[in-house]
């Protein structure tokens, strides 16, 4: 005849056991909510659309985000662009064309894209690309 | 001989400076600072920092000042050769230029090359004048000698040496 206490410690015995034999599937991640592109888009498009953005945060902004391990999309650097235009900095905005094409590395396909989807903007403002000036080749 | 060659290696080096560097970029190296004051924040070419601290240029001449109020008009008024004034006001290098490599490295590995055979010539000249004679024991007939005194001693006759030697015949196998 077991005492009762007995029976309790071996049942948390059990219970513990258990836990160290978890399936492998259930592994330890971080519980933080992973920031999704669009998230992560729209974040960068309002960062660029404030009104009163000053030099500091344009080239902050800019140099964060040519930091990241990605080619920011058209509509975030259109955003940029026109901040350039709100600082009256067109060297900046080729700067940041140049940067584009330069962050796309081996995949030549990406800038092309991109000054396609820019050239609205880039016609509106008045914004040459680095081709047209000549300084994309030594 | 070690000050001359110190004078060499300095002289090099000083040709190696301005060949590496072109001229207008040595010009801009060298005018008005002769110290870079690093508690200000300073103009930088690199290509993960797109947009550096402040304008290369930062002293503008009255042209550059009328080009710049000109830019806070429409871009579309801006003549081609006046957005590549501005943009290299702002910036000393493009992203295709910091990305062009140099043949410095050609000067450099001439320079070692140079460097190796007048060391080949130093030691030639060494083992001529320097060192004396090589022992007797490695003439031609002293070299027979010891082979035919090693055979006789039968030196390795399993698998080195006196195996590869014929007794009958009196030669090599």
Known sequence: MISSAVLRGIGSLARTRTAFTAPLAVRCYSHAKVETDEEFDSRWVTYFS??????????????????????????????????????????????????????SGPHKEIYPYVIQELRPTLQELGISTPEELGIHKV | MLASRA????????????????????????????????????????????????PFVRNLSAEQKKLKEKEKGSWTQLTKEEKLALYRLTHELSYAEMRQG????????????????????????????????????????????????????????????????????????
Request: aromatic share 10%; charged share 25%; hydrophobic share 40%.
């Open chain 2, 102 to 173: 140099s043949k410095e490295w050609m000067t450099v590995l001439g320079g070692v090359f140079i460097f190796l055979g007048f060391t080949g010539l130093l030691v030639w000249w060494q083992r001529v004048y320097v060192y004396g004679d090589v022992p007797h024991t490695l003439s031609e007939e002293s070299v027979a000698q010891q082979t035919q005194r090693m055979i006789d001693m039968r030196v390795n006759p399993v698998h080195g040496f006196s195996h590869k030697w014929d007794y009958e015949k009196k030669q090599w196998k």
């Open chain 1, 50 to 103: 404030k009104p009163d953005l000053d030099t500091w945060e344009l080239r902050k902004g800019m140099n964060t985000l040519i930091g990241y391990d990605l080619v920011p999309e058209p509509k975030i650097l259109d955003s940029a662009l026109r901040a350039c235009r709100r600082l009256n900095d067109l060297a900046s905005a080729i700067r940041i064309l140049e940067a584009v094409k330069d962050k």
């Open chain 2, 7 to 54: 004078l060499v290696r300095g002289l090099q080096s000083g040709f190696w400076r301005r060949v590496s560097t072109s001229s207008a970029a040595w010009a801009a190296h060298t005018h008005d600072i002769d110290v870079v004051d690093c508690s200000i924040p300073q103009y930088n070419n690199r290509l993960d920092t797109p947009l550096p601290d402040v």
